[in-house]
């Protein structure tokens, strides 16, 4: 019970990170198609960040990370994603591709491959015992920020005249633009939510494992979207569910693989994402409005 | 001779003679810079074998790199001495631990592996639409990456690998990279390739039109597979040192830069691209390595080539989206664009020098559709 109760933990941990990469995902494509894989750097930009800013009081370390991560996410829109919105998806894929590697290799070329450590708070190393449970209180604070962050998207999007349209945009672009949305006003926003959210991921990374490398937003970019494929690319609830999902998956293959094979684990997870998508292509839950029509 | 074929070879002699004279001028240089060329000459390999799937077909492939990857350590197997697998991979089973093999064969049997492979994946990754395709292949690509680095028994982990078989030489990879070039032609040209390009350029039409698009897509799936995996047996060979990390996301960026700046659409966009970006690479790297100009020293900077290519694939991306060479080269007058012999199953449109615009302007058009 006891080992349940704790796998049960470390599966909402590891599924609130999840869900954070794969909501900006998520977000990205729903309006404009893109599968964005300079999520990724966003959330190593956010993390170099915190590195460089870890003597600050940690509130004005949290504002820095958004900050800068908001205001790169707007730049990279306006600079490569919007001169190619409305090509092909294969196009905006590449294009997203050639982003995340000019990011990669700028950093690589400021901060060099050598990886740095950051130590924000003690409390991120932290844990408490209920009964036999050792709780990190790092995974409770990842748990309540996603949790948070996914209230108050699911408030903007639900509640405000922006969120509506951003809805309306991702359900058909083009009939929304008609209906008087502000394209480049919505897509800025998406793009401004994706960097909060990559921002805070990097923060929560940094706290996770206290090091920081160039090629760290690969990992979270690739789980992200992995997870936005699960639940169905462009639907929000399915990014979310799919990072839970993938998050218990990750658990579950950690417990019932053999030692020998623990090395394989991400092999058997993404053999078993591939094998969902040509199952289920359309994911978990489909988003509405994102057949091709002819 | 129908004026396909004649427009085939004729294609096929202009890239040829481009590839030997731009390796006869690559070669002026000192022996560093032969490595550079045998290095630009696999580049063509994995360029050309990789445009066979994703340039014909214009669905987008991360995971080629991974057959890369089973070309190179079967050849690796295959070739290296018995004491050497002693050495390094004490654990193989039965007489693959006894086995010598020709280099050459072994580049080969390499590629077959890979073909077979990618002929397995092929079953569930062809029911796909385009977009969950290329998704797909990015899973592909990161597990076979994890199995390399644990499979021990035959891989050596992330040790890698390193061979002592006897490096081939420059005018054997020329060869090959002729070779390729000549099936990578072949196959644009064939049936398939047109019926695959047509379903490019406009896919509901292309189905409505009795093209199995699964079916012509598995197949050039399985080719470029092969192709890709002969690049991956001579890389090999060359370098003489492979891991898993040789096979993953910075190769996989280069080839598909080289492809796109290139043009997706033709081989000759293969072709220059990948002449183009070599030769840039070459001259970044140069620069990378720290210089001094008037007395100011520019200090040396790792990441420069690449951040270079990440900005040139960018500008072409927005400015030029159908790559240095969007068609096929053509002797000026040329008759080709006349209307294939094969009839209406193929549109004869697809292969018109000048860019067809149709995918754009359908998203385009798309985008002002009414509400369901």
Same mark, same amino acid.
């Given at each position: 019970?006891?080992?349940?109760?704790?796998?049960?933990?470390?599966?909402?941990?590891?599924?609130?990170?999840?869900?954070?990469?794969?909501?900006?995902?998520?977000?990205?494509?729903?309006?404009?198609?893109?599968?964005?894989?300079?999520?990724?750097?966003?959330?190593?930009?956010?993390?170099?960040?915190?590195?460089?800013?870890?003597?600050?009081?940690?509130?004005?370390?949290?504002?820095?990370?958004?900050?800068?991560?908001?205001?790169?996410?707007?730049?990279?829109?306006?600079?490569a994603?919007?001169?190619?919105?409305?090509?092909?998806a294969?196009?905006?894929?590449?294009?997203?591709?050639?982003?995340?590697?000019?990011?990669?290799?700028?950093?690589?070329?400021?901060?060099?491959?050598?990886?740095?450590?950051?130590?924000?708070?003690?409390?991120?190393?932290?844990?408490?015992?209920?009964?036999?449970?050792t709780?990190?209180?790092?995974?409770?604070?990842?748990?309540?920020?996603?949790?948070?962050?996914?209230?108050?998207?699911?408030?903007?999007?639900?509640?405000?005249?922006?969120?509506?349209?951003?809805?309306?945009?991702?359900?058909?672009?083009?009939?929304?633009?008609?209906?008087?949305?502000?394209?480049?006003?919505?897509?800025?926003?998406?793009?401004?939510?994706?960097?909060?959210?990559?921002?805070?991921?990097?923060?929560?990374?940094?706290?996770?494992?206290?090091?920081?490398?160039?090629?760290?937003?690969?990992?979270?970019?690739?789980?992200?979207?992995?997870?936005?494929?699960?639940?169905?690319?462009?639907?929000?609830?399915?990014?979310?569910?799919?990072?839970?999902?993938?998050?218990?998956?990750?658990?579950?293959?950690?417990?019932?693989?053999?030692?020998?094979?623990?090395?394989?684990?991400?092999?058997?997870?993404?053999?078993a994402?591939?094998?969902?998508?040509?199952?289920?292509?359309?994911?978990?839950?489909?988003?509405?409005?994102?057949?091709?029509?002819? | 001779?129908?004026?396909?074929?004649?427009?085939?070879?004729?294609?096929?002699?202009?890239?040829?003679?481009?590839?030997?004279?731009?390796?006869?001028?690559?070669?002026?240089?000192?022996?560093?810079?032969?490595?550079?060329?045998?290095?630009?000459?696999?580049?063509?390999?994995?360029?050309?074998?990789?445009?066979?799937?994703?340039?014909?077909?214009?669905?987008?492939?991360?995971?080629?790199?991974?057959?890369?990857?089973?070309?190179?350590?079967?050849?690796?197997?295959?070739?290296?001495?018995?004491?050497?697998?002693?050495?390094?991979?004490?654990?193989?089973?039965?007489?693959?631990a006894?086995?010598?093999?020709?280099?050459?064969?072994?580049?080969?049997?390499?590629? +077959? !592996? /890979? *073909? $077979?492979f990618?002929?397995? =994946? #092929? &079953?569930?990754?062809?029911?796909? @639409?385009?977009?969950?395709?290329?998704?797909?292949?990015?899973?592909?690509?990161?597990?076979?990456?994890?199995?390399?680095?644990?499979?021990?028994?035959?891989?050596?982990?992330?040790?890698?690998?390193?061979?002592?078989?006897?490096?081939?030489?420059?005018?054997?990879? +020329? !060869? /090959? *990279? $002729?070779?390729?070039?000549? =099936? #990578? &032609?072949?196959?644009?040209?064939? @049936?398939?390739?047109?019926r695959?390009?047509?379903?490019?350029?406009?896919?509901?039409?292309?189905?409505?039109?009795?093209?199995?698009?699964?079916?012509?897509?598995?197949?050039?799936?399985?080719?470029?597979?092969?192709?890709?995996?002969?690049?991956?047996?001579?890389?090999?060979?060359y370098?003489?040192?492979?891991?898993?990390?040789?096979?993953?996301?910075?190769?996989?960026?280069t080839?598909?830069?080289?492809?796109?700046?290139?043009?997706?659409?033709?081989?000759?966009?293969?072709?220059?691209g990948?002449?183009?970006?070599?030769?840039a690479?070459?001259?970044?790297?140069?620069?990378?390595?720290?210089?001094?100009?008037?007395?100011?020293?520019?200090?040396?900077?790792?990441?420069?080539?690449?951040?270079?290519?990440?900005?040139?694939?960018?500008?072409?991306?927005?400015?030029?989206?159908?790559?240095?060479?969007?068609?096929?080269?053509?002797?000026?007058?040329?008759?080709?664009?006349?209307?294939?012999?094969?009839?209406?199953?193929?549109?004869?449109?697809?292969?018109?020098?000048?860019?067809?615009?149709v995918?754009?302007?359908?998203?385009?058009?798309?985008?002002?559709r009414?509400?369901?």
């Open positions: 019970m006891t080992s349940f109760l704790q796998n049960v933990i470390d599966a909402l941990t590891a599924g609130s990170y999840y869900a954070l990469f794969a909501l900006g995902i998520a977000l990205i494509f729903g309006i404009m198609r893109l599968v964005n894989f300079a999520q990724g750097e966003l959330i190593m930009a956010g993390a170099y960040t915190v590195y460089l800013t870890q003597d600050w009081p940690w509130a004005l370390i949290v504002v820095a990370t958004v900050v800068v991560v908001v205001a790169l996410a707007l730049l990279m829109e306006r600079v994603f919007r001169p190619v919105r409305g090509r092909s294969a196009t905006l894929l590449i294009t997203s591709f050639a982003v995340s590697f000019f990011l990669q290799n700028l950093a690589r070329m400021v901060f060099t491959t050598l990886p740095k450590s950051a130590d924000i708070t003690p409390l991120f190393r932290r844990s408490f015992v209920i009964g036999d449970l709780i990190s209180w790092l995974s409770v604070i990842a748990v309540c920020t996603t949790a948070l962050l996914m209230v108050s998207l699911a408030l903007f999007l639900n509640r405000t005249r922006l969120g509506v349209q951003m809805r309306a945009a991702a359900e058909d672009f083009g009939m929304a633009r008609l209906c008087g949305v502000p394209a480049n006003r919505v897509i800025a926003i998406a793009f401004a939510i994706s960097g909060v959210l990559a921002g805070i991921a990097g923060l929560l990374l940094v706290g996770q494992t206290g090091s920081l490398s160039v090629t760290m937003g690969l990992t979270p970019v690739l789980f992200g979207f992995t997870a936005a494929v699960i639940g169905g690319l462009g639907s929000l609830t399915g990014a979310v569910l799919g990072g839970y999902l993938l998050g218990a998956a990750t658990v579950f293959l950690q417990n019932i693989l053999p030692f020998e094979l623990g090395g394989y684990r991400d092999a058997f997870l993404f053999a994402v591939f094998a969902f998508m040509a199952l289920r292509p359309g994911g978990l839950l489909r988003a509405v409005g994102l057949e091709e029509r002819v | 001779m129908g004026s396909r074929l004649r427009w085939a070879i004729g294609l096929y002699t202009v890239l040829a003679a481009i590839v030997v004279a731009a390796m006869y001028l690559g070669s002026l240089g000192s022996t560093t810079i032969d490595r550079a060329v045998v290095n630009a000459l696999i580049a063509l390999i994995l360029v050309l074998g990789l445009s066979s799937f994703v340039g014909a077909s214009g669905v987008f492939s991360f995971g080629h790199m991974a057959f890369m990857a089973v070309g190179a350590y079967v050849t690796a197997i295959l070739s290296m001495s018995p004491e050497q697998k002693g050495l390094q991979l004490a654990d193989l089973p039965g007489s693959l006894t086995w010598h093999v020709n280099p050459l064969l072994a580049v080969i049997v390499g590629a +077959l !592996v /890979a *073909a $077979l990618a002929a397995v =994946v #092929a &079953v569930p990754l062809m029911r796909l @639409s385009g977009l969950t395709a290329s998704l797909a292949t990015v899973a592909l690509l990161i597990t076979m990456r994890v199995v390399f680095q644990n499979w021990e028994t035959f891989t050596r982990g992330t040790r890698g690998l390193i061979l002592d078989s006897k490096a081939p030489s420059k005018e054997v990879v +020329l !060869v /090959a *990279a $002729l070779l390729v070039l000549g =099936v #990578a &032609v072949a196959f644009r040209f064939s @049936s398939i390739g047109r695959l390009a047509a379903s490019r350029e406009d896919e509901p039409s292309a189905r409505s039109l009795g093209i199995r698009v699964w079916w012509e897509r598995g197949v050039a799936w399985v080719l470029s597979a092969f192709l890709v995996g002969v690049g991956g047996g001579l890389f090999a060979l370098f003489r040192n492979i891991s898993p990390d040789s096979f993953y996301i910075a190769i996989t960026f080839v598909l830069a080289m492809l796109v700046i290139g043009g997706l659409k033709s081989v000759s966009g293969a072709v220059i990948t002449l183009v970006v070599t030769a690479l070459e001259l970044l790297r140069q620069v990378e390595r720290g210089w001094t100009i008037a007395g100011v020293t520019i200090p040396s900077r790792l990441g420069m080539s690449e951040l270079g290519l990440a900005v040139v694939l960018l500008l072409i991306l927005i400015v030029r989206p159908d790559g240095l060479v969007p068609g096929e080269l053509r002797w000026p007058g040329g008759r080709a664009d006349r209307p294939s012999p094969s009839g209406p199953t193929v549109p004869p449109a697809v292969d018109v020098a000048e860019p067809i615009a995918p754009d302007e359908r998203a385009a058009a798309s985008e002002v009414r509400a369901p």
